[in-house]
Structure formats: structure tokens, C-alpha cells
């Protein structure tokens, strides 16, 4: 049996346009960011550019594990579910302020990508991927069987936040243009926190560990932490998403930490393009507009989205950004 | 990916973009409202699970609500007012209902949403609808809906629920003495059921003889039969939905279950007893809000039942695709009565109405906005007793509309 | 608990187990012979017992449709890793993970534009309908038949594989195919041959699944867990391991239901969990 060599981005295509590539590079962050202004104004509706936003954050911060690190997790819905859920059950029950929620989320989500990394990075291969399946199936038991916390298969509700303080301005947070920008602000800072992530001396080391495991070992990383540390920073981005889920919706749905969930993130990821950074964020975007379209005009639309999906493996597997960088800016 | 080596400026650049951001933020919150649409038109948002293993409901629900608006718009509208109808897919899930119903809401405009078909997806529709002031009939059974921490004052729940359908269902299957075993889908719905039919069996004097929780989604039901088998008894009663319904009912039959126990559960559902042979369902007992076969003894059912086949060229409607009908006439009727959609107006209106749709006279409960409604007991058919293709149950019982079969309104929260 | 109930309960997990074995085996094979993670294992489940329900109705014969629809669905196999699969071979893993994930999708739609969305009922042949006294309780007979099946089909497996010499080239092109290239074998004929195989075995699963529950397009989403979960605890690869991991989790989610049911699917995951933090490989998978 041959070991399954896990999420190799290609990289030597890429060379080729290293100026106009290291431009990107340079400008990634205020480039998204300018992105990111416009988008509630390009797409169908206010409430699926945030979703945008959020999965974007998503996508992006599960990249870090999966397309930079090379671990194909399949369980990380649980973190994006545990952010929402903490911060939903913080406001919603304790009535803490909505950004300490957020920061609590967030640490939740790290502190259980810690437990889960330390758990599933000891194993590899595919067998990774179903560790971190079965754990994350865990959590969502443990979530289904708590209901008096949860709320359980009918989910978490009752933490409508309505108005935020921000600096002295009250600003009502049901109106869908604020609460995107708000958002916003937590997906840019995600993103720039990513992009730092990758840039630092770690990014090197996690990549050098995607390449060659052996290699990166002899050359004197410390591969269980580097990995670990990977896997806890994606995991704690996916928690902000999380939460920030949360906040738009004002419901932490029980299949929001089902391994479907997390099965579609892997899909977002892929679609995109694993080997770049704003590649996932470009795949949750398409994916999530491509179900809203299609579902509107025929109740069949999984049948365009599969179609679509089965087309773009066979004929561009690097994902549309990757593509799109590849090709069209050559 | 090409390694860049560069920090500072790059650090500087975004922290100056982020300002920026907020800046645009800032002026786009300081923007006035886009005009809303300006035509008169009502509009009634309708998400609902067109994908997902109970697309058949949702689309019988979507015909039953299209039949209702087509009746209104028919009659010269409400007051005038021409009634569109949007339809969603929610997917069964939650969090994509909630969504929808942002867009519907922000975006479309709508005036109301009436819809859903799972306690999960109502809730999430009604945390949003609850949040914005809007209108919102559900029409999918749940208890938790109507308990004062849930409680929206825009909300009306047209659906029956657990409480209700399992008390009727006791009262006519379960006797005195009755030893009852529970095989019961383990969350909400299951849960609601269970304590349904316990209060029943309180009150009837029926005795629990045993109770197994089962995952929510099973699919094998092997390993619970010889403990079932075990419990020796007189009714078996599996408190679960849809697909979990048809398989553990049909694994009950397989385990000859069947010849010891009498099988029944909560809510028998048209599509679901189509997608299993009769002889499955043969003799299992079950609670429904709407059966076509009302049509002989009741005026609205027959009235309901041809129009619905001249608009769907003879089918039949079903007991969740009723609720679309039920939920949307009744809305409309009040807003008529309403005379707009003022929302305020159109609450005072619903919690007034008395209404006959389809089956029977229904209004809504002060307190909870429950729908107070009849409750049929159904029982399965044999094929040799089926005359045609869609005639597969007997109505053992109609019991009337009573508020007495609700929990009371302090028992829900709700300050008397 | 008397011991009656508690033998009833093996029982009925090595039943269960020998449904979960026949459902990973064509996943386990295909990922053990080619290397690829087959997501649409579930959706071709579901459609072989659609295929199964189709050729019975027509032939108005289970027997059938037993027979005739994994043969079918086979060849429908074989077609897609001809058109769809082979495109991909030394492509990451992902590839074919993500393509066939694409590929459920269209396939559980085009079931549903079909068939309807509802499930259709699939009886029981009625010469295996009715229960039959263990001395300990009571069994359905089809499942005692579904059993016995499942021991055939591996028996048989274990023999093509082991005796034949196609089963040599199989064994064989799984550890080495450049090898068995240089030697002169089309290796690719046999990779057609195994995704067919694989896929034979999960819509027999299909149809030997449709009369104990329901069909419907949803059905393949759960089986698709279970043979991962069976897969995986086993040892990717290895036959022995599915084999024995399928009635060990049967029996620990049988033992389960009986103390603790609402437990009984979550254990199958825990118990994977287990597995593979003890043995990293799997049951009886090698080390990488």
C-alpha cells in the first residue's frame, strides 16, 4: 500500500510569475480588504456576504492546517461550532458584552484545537483525517446531549445582539450593512493575522514540513510542535468565524459542528485553490453563491453544484484562484 | 507558494486599510434607507426544505400555500392588495433558514414568513423574525415554541404540537392498565412526545413498562428489538419522525414485534407511509393535523380538498402540506381583516380570528399564540381495505378543538 | 440482565457487524488496490439498491435484482474510473476524494429527479419474510440470510484473491505498480477491474440493505460514515481488518444499545477514536 501523499499545492508552476506573484503576495491583505468593502454590493444579498465573510474567514483559517501544513482534518467544524456556541451561550446566559464573548469564543475554539491537535497529530495519512472526524463527532454528541446548555438538535438561541457600543456610537447591529462591516473588521483582522502567520519564520517551517516531513526533521524543526501550533492557529481562526457566526445569526445550528459541516470547508478550500491565501477565500465565496443562485431557480441545484465540482477536478484541479493566478497572470 | 520576506510596510499598509474600512463602513451606515419597493404588493416569504429527505412535504406544502394565495388573489387580493408568494429552500437546517430568512426579510421586503418543517429551523426563522418585529407562522410541531423563553409576540404557531398530538393518540389507544413501551428518537421532538404521552398515560392510568432513547438518524434498529421484545408489551409506542419512523417501525415488524405489541406513534405522515409498503404499516395508530378523507364528514375539507386537486390536476393534499394552506389563509384573513399589514394590527387581528379552512374551526390561544385545532387519530390501512392508491388511513377519532389538551399558559411561563 | 437477552444481544450485533462488513468492503478495497478515497461509496450504495428495487420490479423477482444489479452498477463503476477516475492517478489524494465527492451529489440528485425524493418500499422476498427462534429469541430470517451472504461474498473474495492468478496481480499491483508495469502487466486493466469490483460490492450492500431499511436518496450518507469508520479501524487496506473490525463495532454498538442506546452511534466514532490513538495504523494496517 502506497502512504496517501496528503495536499501537495503545487508550487514550482508558480515561479514563473514571481514578480507579479510576489506583488500579490506583498499586497494580499489591503487588497482583500478592498475586496471585502465592495463585496455586500456585488453579491444577491447583505446576509450571504456575510455568511461569505464568515466562511471565508473559515476556509482560510483551515487552509493554514491543510493546504501550508499538509493535514487534511475533517473535524473543523468543531472548533467553528465550539466558537459559536461559547459565544452564544456567554451573551445569551451570562450576559457578558458581545466582544468579551467573541474573545472567549475564540479562546474556547484554541483551547479545543489544542486538546484535538495534540490528540490527532501524533497520527498521519488519512488516518489524521478520521482522528480528527472522530473527535469532532464527539463534540457534536456532547452538544446534541447538553441541551439545557446547548440546546441541543433544536439549537442555540436566545442571544440576539441588537445594538454594539463602538467607541462611544451606538450602532444597531440588525441592520445588515453595519453588521457587515463590523464583521468585516474581524475578517480583515483574521486575514492579516493569517498573512503574518505565513510570512514568519513558522510559515517557512510548516511548509517545509508539507514538502518533506524527513527533510524538515533532519534540518532541525521540531515537527509535533510545529504541527501542533498549526493546527491550535487554524483552529482558533475557525473559531473566530465561528463566532462571528453566531453574531450574524443569532443561532448556533446542532449541524454546525456535524462532520458535514466540515466536509464542506474541505470543499470550499479545494474549490478555491489549497495553494494560495485568498484561495479558500474565493472557493467559500463561489460555493456559498452558487447554492444560493442554483437553489433559487431549481430544487435540484445539487446536481449543477456536483457537476461543477466533478469539472473542476478534472480540469482544474489547482482551484479557481490557484488557476486564475497560474493562467490568466502569467 | 513564493516566500516573501518583507514585514513592516505590509503591517502598515493593512492597519491604514483597516482604518479605511471602517471609514467606508462609517459613511455606508450614515447612507439613507434604499427606498423600499414601491409597489403595494404583500409579500409572503415561505422557506421550507425543498432538498433534504422531506422535499416531498415541502413541496406539498409550497402547493398548499400557493393554492391559499391563488384563493386570495382570485377573491381581488387582500383589500386590493395583490398577495406574492416566495419560496425558499432552508435545506433543513438551521442556520441556512436563518439566512434565508435574512434575505427575504432585508432584501425582499417581505411582510411575513409562514413556513419551516423542523423544530430546529423554526426556531432559528423565529430568533430572526422575533429580533426584526416580523411577522412569522410556523408550521412544524414543537412544544418548545410555545414556552414563554421562545415566545415572540410575532409569531403564531399554526402547527400542532407534541403535547397535543400525543394526548389525543393516548386517549384513544391507551387504556387502563395498558403496559406501554417507548422507543423514543433521542432530541427535542423525541423528547416532547415522550413527555406527551406520559402526561396522557398519567391521566388514563397506562403503565410505562419500558423506555429506550435511540440515536437521532439511525438507520439499524436490530440492536434495540430484543430489549423491546423483552418489555412484553401491549402497545409499542415509537416516538421519532420521517425516515427513523419508516425504519424502525418496519425493523419492529421484521422482529415480529408486531404480533405482540400494537404499534403506535405520534404522527402518521402520508409521504412517509407511501415510501413503506402498507403491510408495514398495517394496524399502526398515529396522530395527524389533516387527512383528504375529513372530506365526507367535514364542509372546508371538501371545499379545501377540490380545490386543491383542480390546482394540482387531482392530487391530494397532506397533512404537512396542509399547514401551508392553514397557515397562509389564516394570515391572510387577518391581514384582510387587518385591513393592511400593519404588524400591530395584523397581531391584534390573528390573536381575534376565528377561522375554517380545512379542518374545522381553529383560533389562536392568547397566551402562546398556539393554534387551538382538532387532533385526528389515524390508523393504517390494509391493503385489501384501500380503494384507491391515496387511501391509506381511517380516521379512529377527531377530537375538537379544546384548550384543555395545551398545557396551560403558567405552566408554559407565561404570568397569568 | 439475563443472559438470554444478553446472548440475543451478540447475536445481534455479529448481524449488524456482517451488514457493516459487506458495506466496507468494496470502500476498503478500492482505497487498499488504488489508493482512492471513494466519498461516492454512499451514493453508490443507494443507487444499487435503487438498481436492486428497479430489476425486481421488472423481473418481479428479488433474486433478481440481487444478482443483475450489482452487476449493473458495477459496469456503471468501472465507467466512471474510466472516464472520471483515471484522469486523476498521480494527482494528490484529494483528487479523487473531491471528485467523487462531487460525484454523490450528482448522484443522490439524479436518484431523486428519478425516482422522487420520497423513499420507494422494497418488501421482503417472501420466501425469507417471518422469524425464526434461536433458543434464545427471536430473528428475522432475512437477516440470518443477509448473514450467510456476506460470508459467501468474502469467502469468495478471499479465494479470488488468494488462488487466482489475477488475485496474485492484484496483490501484487497494490504494493508495486511500477513494478508490475515493467513486468508486463497493463496494471490500469486491472485498477478498472477492481473499481468495479469495489463498486459491485457496495450496491450488493444496496440491495441486501433495501428490504431491512428503507431506500431512500438519502440512505447512502450514513453508510458512508460507517464503512469509514469500519475501514479505518481496520487498517486501510486490509480485508482481514474490515472483516474483523466490522463485527467488533456491530458487537460494542450492539453491547451499547443495550445499556446505553442513545449511545449507540456515537461509540462507533469513539471507538475509532481509540483505535487509531493506541494503533495509529488501524487494527491490522501496516505502518506507512
New interface residues.
Given amino acids: 500500500m502506497t502512504s496517501p501523499a496528503l495536499a501537495v499545492p503545487p508550487s514550482a508552476s508558480m515561479r514563473r510569475s514571481v514578480r507579479f506573484k510576489s506583488l500579490m503576495t506583498k499586497y494580499r491583505v489591503p487588497l482583500s480588504i478592498l475586496a471585502l468593502c465592495l463585496l455586500p454590493w456585488l453579491l444577491p444579498s447583505k446576509a450571504l456576504a456575510v455568511n461569505v465573510l464568515i466562511y471565508g474567514v473559515v476556509a482560510v483559517g483551515y487552509n493554514l492546517l491543510f493546504g501550508y501544513t499538509g493535514l487534511l482534518s475533517f473535524g473543523h467544524a468543531a472548533f467553528v461550532g465550539t466558537g459559536a456556541y461559547i459565544t452564544g451561550i456567554a451573551i445569551g446566559q451570562f450576559g457578558v458584552p458581545w466582544y468579551l464573548a467573541v474573545l472567549m469564543g475564540v479562546i474556547g475554539g484554541a483551547l479545543l484545537a489544542f486538546i484535538m491537535g495534540a490528540l490527532s497529530t501524533r497520527t498521519r495519512g488519512i488516518y489524521f483525517s478520521m482522528v480528527t472526524l472522530a473527535l469532532a463527532q464527539l463534540v457534536y454528541y456532547v452538544a446534541l446531549q447538553t441541551p439545557s446548555w446547548t440546546g441541543g438538535e433544536n439549537g442555540l438561541r436566545g442571544f440576539t445582539v441588537n445594538k454594539i457600543n463602538l467607541f462611544g456610537f451606538e450602532i444597531n447591529f440588525l441592520d445588515p450593512v453595519n453588521k457587515y462591516y463590523v464583521l468585516m473588521v474581524f475578517a480583515a483582522l483574521a486575514l492579516w493575522l493569517v498573512s503574518r502567520i505565513l510570512n514568519s519564520p513558522f510559515g517557512a517551517a510548516i511548509e517545509a514540513i508539507r514538502e518533506n516531513e524527513r527533510r524538515a526533521r533532519t534540518c532541525g524543526y521540531n515537527v509535533e510542535r510545529t504541527k501542533l501550533l498549526s493546527f491550535t492557529l487554524s483552529g482558533t481562526i475557525c473559531a473566530l468565524g465561528g463566532t462571528m457566526s453566531a453574531l450574524h445569526l443569532a443561532f448556533v445550528p446542532l449541524d454546525s459542528l456535524h462532520y458535514l459541516s466540515s466536509g464542506m470547508i474541505v470543499m470550499m478550500t479545494l474549490l478555491g485553490g489549497a495553494s494560495s491565501f485568498f484561495g479558500p477565500f474565493i472557493g467559500a465565496l463561489v460555493f456559498l453563491v452558487m447554492e444560493d443562485v442554483f437553489s433559487l431557480w431549481t430544487s435540484h441545484w445539487q446536481i449543477i453544484v456536483g457537476s461543477i465540482f466533478v469539472l473542476f477536478v478534472l480540469f482544474l484541479p489547482k482551484g479557481i484562484w490557484g488557476t486564475f493566478l497560474t493562467r490568466v497572470m502569467r | 507558494m513564493t516566500k516573501d520576506i518583507r514585514g513592516t510596510t505590509r503591517n502598515h499598509i493593512s492597519r491604514r486599510h483597516v482604518l479605511a474600512a471602517l471609514g467606508t463602513g462609517a459613511s455606508v451606515v450614515a447612507m439613507p434607507w434604499i427606498a423600499r419597493a414601491a409597489d403595494d404588493t404583500i409579500r409572503i416569504g415561505f422557506p421550507t426544505p425543498l432538498t433534504g429527505p422531506f422535499a416531498a412535504e415541502a413541496k406539498d406544502q409550497v402547493k398548499s400555500a400557493e393554492l391559499a394565495v391563488k384563493q386570495f388573489n382570485d377573491k381581488g387580493g387582500v383589500n386590493g392588495r395583490k398577495v406574492e408568494l416566495l419560496v425558499r429552500d432552508d435545506k433543513l437546517n438551521g442556520g441556512e433558514a436563518a439566512t434565508r430568512t435574512l434575505e427575504l426579510i432585508e432584501k425582499d421586503k417581505v411582510h411575513a414568513i409562514v413556513g419551516s418543517l423542523s423544530s430546529a429551523v423554526q426556531l432559528a426563522v423565529n430568533e430572526v423574525t422575533r429580533a426584526r418585529g416580523v411577522l412569522y407562522v410556523s408550521i412544524s410541531q414543537s412544544d418548545t415554541i410555545n414556552e414563554v423563553k421562545d415566545f415572540s409576540k410575532y409569531t403564531f404557531h399554526e402547527a400542532l404540537n407534541p403535547t397535543m398530538t400525543a394526548g389525543a393518540v393516548a386517549r384513544h389507544a391507551f387504556k387502563k392498565g395498558t403496559k406501554v413501551a417507548h422507543l423514543v428518537a433521542d432530541y427535542a421532538y423525541g423528547h416532547e412526545m415522550l413527555r406527551g404521552f406520559k402526561r396522557a398515560q398519567a391521566a388514563i392510568g397506562a403503565e410505562t413498562v419500558g423506555e429506550i432513547m435511540h440515536p437521532f438518524g439511525a438507520a439499524d434498529y436490530s440492536t434495540f428489538m430484543p430489549r423491546l421484545r423483552s418489555m412484553r408489551a401491549d402497545v409499542l409506542c415509537i416516538s421519532n419522525f420521517g425516515r427513523d419512523q419508516a425504519n424502525s417501525i418496519k425493523q419492529a415488524v421484521d422482529f415480529g414485534l408486531k404480533q405482540q405489541s400494537r404499534i403506535v406513534v405520534p404522527v402518521l405522515l402520508h409521504n412517509q407511509r407511501l415510501a413503506v409498503s402498507p403491510e408495514v404499516f398495517e394496524g399502526v395508530v398515529g396522530g395527524s393535523n389533516y387527512y383528504w378523507g375529513l372530506e365526507s364528514q367535514l364542509p372546508s375539507a371538501k371545499a379545501f380538498n377540490d380545490a386543491y386537486r383542480a390546482a394540482n390536476s387531482g392530487a391530494i393534499p397532506t397533512d404537512y402540506g396542509a399547514y401551508g394552506y392553514t397557515g397562509v389563509s389564516s394570515l391572510l384573513q387577518a391581514m384582510q381583516v387587518a385591513g393592511g399589514t400593519d404588524t400591530d394590527k395584523v397581531i391584534a387581528a390573528l390573536e381575534a380570528l376565528k377561522y375554517d379552512v380545512a379542518k374545522g374551526p381553529q383560533y389562536y390561544r392568547k397566551c402562546d399564540h398556539q393554534s387551538v385545532q382538532s387532533v385526528l387519530v389515524l390508523e393504517s390501512k390494509k391493503k385489501a381495505d384501500m380503494k384507491s392508491d391515496s387511501d391509506l388511513f381511517s380516521i379512529l377519532a377527531n377530537d375538537a378543538p379544546s384548550e384543555d389538551v395545551l398545557r396551560s399558559c403558567t405552566e408554559l411561563g407565561f404570568p397569568t | 440482565m439475563d443472559t438470554e ?1 444478553i446472548l ?2 451478540l447475536f ?2 455479529v ?2 457487524g456482517a ?1 457493516l462488513v459487506i458495506t466496507a468492503l468494496g470502500l476498503s478495497i478500492i ?2 488496490m488504488l ?1 482512492v ?1 471513494n466519498f461516492a461509496h454512499g451514493a453508490l450504495f443507494m443507487v444499487g439498491a435503487y438498481a436492486g428495487l428497479w430489476v425486481a420490479s421488472l423481473t418481479g423477482s428479488f433474486w433478481w435484482g440481487l444478482i443483475v444489479a450489482p452487476i449493473m452498477i458495477g459496469a456503471f463503476g468501472m465507467l466512471i474510473e474510466y472516464v ?1 477516475i483515471r ?2 492517478y498521480g ?6 476524494l ?2 467523487t ?6 448522484l ?3 436518484v ?2 428519478v425516482f ?6 422494497f ?2 422476498p417472501s420466501s425469507l419474510t ?2 425464526v427462534d434461536l433458543g434464545v ?4 430470517i ?2 440470518i440470510f443477509v448473514v450467510g451472504v456476506v460470508f459467501l461474498v468474502v469467502v469468495l473474495l478471499w479465494l479470488g484473491l488468494e488462488k487466482t492468478k489475477f488475485g496474485l496481480i492484484v496483490r501484487a499491483g ?2 508495486d505498480p511500477t513494478m508490475m508495469k515493467v513486468l508486463g502487466v497493463d496494471i490500469s486493466k486491472v485498477w478498472l477491474l477492481v473499481f468495479g469490483l469495489g463498486v459491485g460490492l457496495a450496491s450488493l450492500g444496496g440491495v441486501l440493505s433495501g428490504p ?3 431506500v ?1 436518496p ?2 447512502g ?3 458512508l ?1 460507517e464503512a ?2 469500519v475501514t ?1 479501524i481496520g487498517g ?2 486490509s480485508l482481514l481488518g474490515s472483516i474483523v473490525a466490522g463485527l467488533l463495532v456491530g458487537v460494542v ?2 453491547m451499547t ?2 445499556f446505553a ?6 461509540v462507533m ?2 471507538l ?2 481509540i483505535v ?2 493506541i494503533r ?3 487494527l491490522f ?2 505502518l ?1
Fill in positions: 437477552l440475543m444481544q445481534s450485533g448481524a449488524l451488514i482505497f487498499g489508493g478515497v472520471l484522469p486523476l494527482r494528490s489524494i484529494d483528487d479523487p473531491l471528485l465527492f462531487g460525484l454523490s451529489y450528482v443522490v440528485e439524479g431523486r429527479i422522487g425524493s420520497d423513499g420507494i418500499p418488501p421482503t417471518g422469524v429469541g427471536f430473528f428475522p432475512y437477516r497494490a504494493r431491512m431499511r428503507s431512500n438519502e440512505m450518507a450514513l453508510v460514515a469509514f469508520v479505518v486501510l487496506g454498538i450492539s444499545a443495550l442506546p442513545e449511545m449507540a452511534t456515537i466514532f469513539a475509532m477514536a487509531l490513538l495509529p495504523q488501524g494496517g501496516k506507512a
